[in-house]
């Protein structure tokens, strides 16, 4: 079982920055890609960014491509999100998510932190 606690969300003007955290519990955190999805208000759940459990790979949404950066440290069971130049559109709750590296659905998720950015 692995546990996931996200931090670091808040209110910003537009083109701020925000980094959030999600820490994990578990020692096969190293093994997991792990991923970043956000939901908006009215708005279905959707998928952010990843990154590999060796962090070799990365993906963004086309969105956020240039803005955001998702990165991890194995070594302290946690994986960033580096959001830059941030936009109204970018306001949601935005979720950490972990899978088993060979698994095609992501199997644990946090409690999710709220993103709020003013124009």
């Known amino acids: 079982q692995v546990q996931l606690v996200e931090s670091g969300g808040g209110l910003v003007q537009a083109g701020g920055s925000l980094r959030l955290s999600c820490a994990a519990s578990?020692?096969?955190?190293?093994?997991?890609?792990m991923g970043w999805f956000r939901q908006a208000p009215g708005k279905e759940r959707e998928f952010v960014a990843s990154?590999?459990?060796?962090?070799?790979?990365?993906y963004y949404v086309d969105s956020v491509k240039g803005r955001f950066t998702i990165s991890r440290d194995n070594a302290k069971n946690t994986v960033y999100l580096q959001m830059n130049s941030l936009k109204p559109e970018d306001t949601a709750v935005y979720y950490c998510?972990?899978?088993?590296?060979?698994?095609?659905?992501?199997?644990?998720w946090g409690q999710g932190t709220q993103v709020t950015v003013s124009s």
């Open positions: 998510a972990g899978k088993p590296s060979l698994y095609s659905e992501y199997r644990y």
């Open positions: 578990g020692r096969t955190f190293s093994s997991y890609d």
């Open positions: 990154i590999t459990w060796s962090g070799g790979s990365t």
